[in-house]
T-cell receptor
Framework: KAGVTQTPRYLIKTRGQQVTLSCSPI?????VSWYQQTPGQGLQFLFE???????NKGNFPGRFSGRQFSNSRSEMNVSTLELGDSALYLC?????????????FGPGTRLTVL | QQQVKQSPQSLIVQKGGISIINCAYENTAFDYFPWYQQFPGKGPALLIA?????SEKKEGRFTISFNKSAKQFSLHIMDSQPGDSATYFC??????????????FGPGTRLSVLP
């Protein structure tokens, strides 16, 4: 079974631009969660989508948004990029809601904001 | 209450030694405690997990010890190998859907196993 895939793997943007990241979960998984990983803040939860509905949300500004499609693929969008948004963005998929069992992570998208 | 504390921040162990990483949580609603291993340039990979109805779980060289009353859990890596050198994250999650953050990670421990 194929693992979680994320595209693109690397991205360079400038301040003020917006970016869209994509995540394809493991086949059959209905939950997709997004995390931001930085050396200073560690792994921080952004949001979780389950069956196309946002079920949980972390403490990030409204510039961070996401959505999930009927095939469970998910996209995350960051508008008006700031230098502090430079990070590794990870998505994780799970069969059920993330809190109820195993999450499987993708390799991440490395976003650099200049 | 959502925080998970993890120590030490970094750990150096000789090959063949035992690596021990500790975590503590506050929220008693947490009911699933996984450990993740992350190598540079990769996403975290699930290593082993435990639920609070057991005090210990062992898988190969990896053991989780869980102390529900103290709200602490730890990862023991027996016979540590250079290939175990990675960053380890503990996490805590709750199956109750509270429409907030229900999956919390510790800050991570960077393990180096010397040959």
């Amino acid at each position: 079974k194929a693992g979680v895939t994320q595209t693109p793997r690397y991205l360079i943007k400038t301040r003020g631009q917006q970016v869209t990241l994509s995540c394809s979960p493991i086949s059959g998984h209905r939950s997709v969660s997004w995390y931001q990983q930085t050396p200073g803040q560690g792994l921080q939860f952004l949001f979780e989508y389950f069956s196309e509905t946002q079920r949980n949300k972390g403490n990030f500004p409204g510039r961070f948004s996401g959505r999930q499609f009927s095939n469970s693929r998910s996209e995350m969008n960051v508008s008006t990029l700031e230098l502090g948004d430079s990070a590794l963005y990870l998505c994780a998929s799970s069969l059920r809601l993330a809190g109820r069992g195993e999450q499987f992570f993708g390799p991440g998208t490395r976003l650099t904001v200049l | 209450q959502q925080q998970v504390k993890q120590s030490p921040q970094s750990l150096i162990v000789q090959k063949g030694g035992i690596s021990i990483i500790n975590c503590a949580y506050e929220n008693t609603a947490f009911d699933y405690f996984p450990w993740y291993q992350q190598f540079p340039g990769k996403g975290p990979a699930l290593l082993i997990a435990i639920r609070p109805d057991v005090s210990e779980k062992k898988e190969g060289r990896f053991t989780i010890s869980f102390n529900k009353s103290a709200k602490q859990f730890s990862l023991h890596i027996m016979d540590s190998q250079p290939g175990d050198s990675a960053t380890y994250f503990c996490a805590a999650s709750m199956s109750r859907d509270n429409y907030g953050q229900n999956f919390v990670f510790g800050p991570g421990t960077r393990l180096s196993v010397l040959p």
